[in-house]
């Protein structure tokens, strides 16, 4: 946990930006996983660890700004939970820890919700996930299950992604640690990437990994020969020489910070001219990402330049024609690129995407793009000091994709679909850090880039480093 005045800073801010009313921050319940009593592991909500601290389930947190009182809503330990799960702390002890004056019995959170909105008092609640927290929110303030997220307050959602969105000096010390645990997480993936060892190996040798120095991994471990699939969480295959090793992972440090990486390995340690051309261009669009990063730019403009990059590498390949520009604008690249540069990292490894992605991403002057492959970016606004983000270029080719755009003709004039037909089995490539936007630039996370280059990733592959 951080000292004490951090959250208690925190609150203080929260309470300045929603100014009127009751805010409440639901903590996570225990979830069960198979049978009541097996639950899966644990996660706090964010929200509720960034203004509230404590990583313990059956908790809220209630601060009435009118009246300036902070309160924990959670019941103390009996002497049954403390056979199984030894002694806690009151929380009394546990409020006074973050700074929290009061702390009540968790049944008491009903009245006390059901008095204010008796006295119409507008109680603040951010968009809810969980279903139990939904039952709860039905039951005592009687709000509809159906579309029940409408009734989440946008003010508090405001301030809580303004607040958030500006890391200060120990998150990023957590952030850089992650990163840490990340290349610990992906040179062991890299030297584990030979034939006849299968992805299911590699990804359980990277949980442990995450498990052993903080704590789960960020978000699923992606890691597949199949890279062309986004999000390929199947690892059933056994690697082959020939094949590249997509993975894309993170571990959480103890107190929930992530990291997110992203590198693709030749399986066996040595890339084809092929492999290697394509690897080449999404490096370079990856680098001059991070290099034109900085305040004042948008990530949309950061993500369109980086995209330049990749048309202009698969021009010298023959496989794109045409403007570079227009081929972004239009939305052409996209048939390689399918998704956005990058998104905001924090306390969730997607920040606050439970708000809503466009309060997070967007705001008055950055509106989301409608087109394909720029839609699905996830950060366009303007970058500021204390951003922390993710650069993530690639290059797919997905065959169902490939074959209807070609079916349709779809941006013949940038796409030379003849040439695509030696790409068809190619797989994909991701190349994915972590980065901080500071006061003039940005820098990235963790205190050594993990081995990027075709040499770097080659070398540690054959355990050469
Ligand atoms: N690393 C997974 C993602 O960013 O979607
Ligand atoms: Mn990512």
Not at 287 to 316: C, F, Q, R, S
């Amino acid at each position: 946990m951080f000292k004490k005045s951090v959250y208690i800073e925190r609150r203080n801010k929260l309470k300045k930006l929603v100014n009127s009313g009751i805010i409440l921050i639901p903590g996570n319940n225990e979830s069960p996983m198979n049978y009541p009593a097996n639950g899966y592991h644990f996660r706090q909500d964010s929200n509720f660890l960034y203004f509230f601290g404590q990583d313990i389930p059956g908790m809220a947190g209630v601060i009435d700004v009118d009246n300036d009182t902070e309160y924990i809503f959670a019941d103390d330990v009996d002497i049954d939970d403390i056979i199984w799960m030894g002694p806690q702390p009151t929380v009394k002890a546990l409020a006074s820890e973050v700074g929290v004056e009061n702390s009540r019995k968790f049944g008491d959170l009903a009245d006390f919700l059901k008095s204010a909105k008796a006295k119409k008092r507008t109680i603040h609640f951010p968009p809810l996930y969980r279903n139990d927290h939904m039952i709860y929110f039905n039951n005592v303030l009687g709000i509809p299950f159906n579309g029940m997220n409408k009734y989440a307050s946008e003010a508090l959602i405001k301030a809580i992604v303004e607040l958030r969105s500006i890391k200060d000096q120990y998150e990023i010390a957590e952030l850089d640690k992650a990163c840490d645990i990340g290349y610990m997480m992906h040179t062991e993936a890299m030297r584990m990437a030979q034939s006849g060892v299968g992805e299911r190996e590699v990804a359980g040798r990277m949980e442990g990994i995450s498990l052993s120095h903080g704590g789960v991994p960020s978000f699923p471990i992606i890691l597949s020969v199949n890279g062309q699939t986004l999000h390929n969480h199947y690892h059933g295959n056994v690697m082959q020489e020939g094949n590249l090793m997509l993975a894309d992972a993170g571990c959480e440090t103890t107190m929930h910070y992530p990291s997110d990486h992203t590198r693709t390995t030749p399986v066996g340690g040595k890339f084809t001219q092929k492999q290697k051309e394509i690897y080449q261009i999404v490096l370079d669009s990856n680098n001059y990402a991070a290099e034109i990063m900085k305040p004042g730019v948008t990530n949309l403009w950061v993500h369109m330049k980086a995209a330049e990059v990749l048309v202009k590498g698969l021009k010298d390949l023959g496989i794109m024609k045409g403007d570079p520009e227009e081929a972004v604008t239009t939305g052409a690249y996209a048939l390689f690129q399918p998704h956005g540069l990058g998104h905001m990292i924090g306390l969730d490894v997607h920040d606050m995407e439970g708000l809503g992605e466009n309060y997070v991403g967007y705001d008055e002057k950055t509106k989301r793009p409608e087109i394909f492959g720029l839609a699905a970016l996830r950060l366009g606004r303007e970058l500021q000091p204390g951003f922390v983000l993710s650069n993530e270029p690639g290059c797919y080719f997905i065959p169902e994709l490939i074959e209807l755009w070609k079916r349709d003709k779809k941006h013949s004039a940038f796409i030379n679909y003849d040439k695509l037909d030696d790409y068809v089995d190619f797989g994909g490539i991701r190349i994915e850090d972590d980065i901080l936007i500071t006061d003039k630039g940005s820098r990235l996370l963790g205190q050594k880039r993990i081995p990027v280059t075709p040499d770097e990733v080659e070398q540690t592959c054959q355990g050469m480093r």
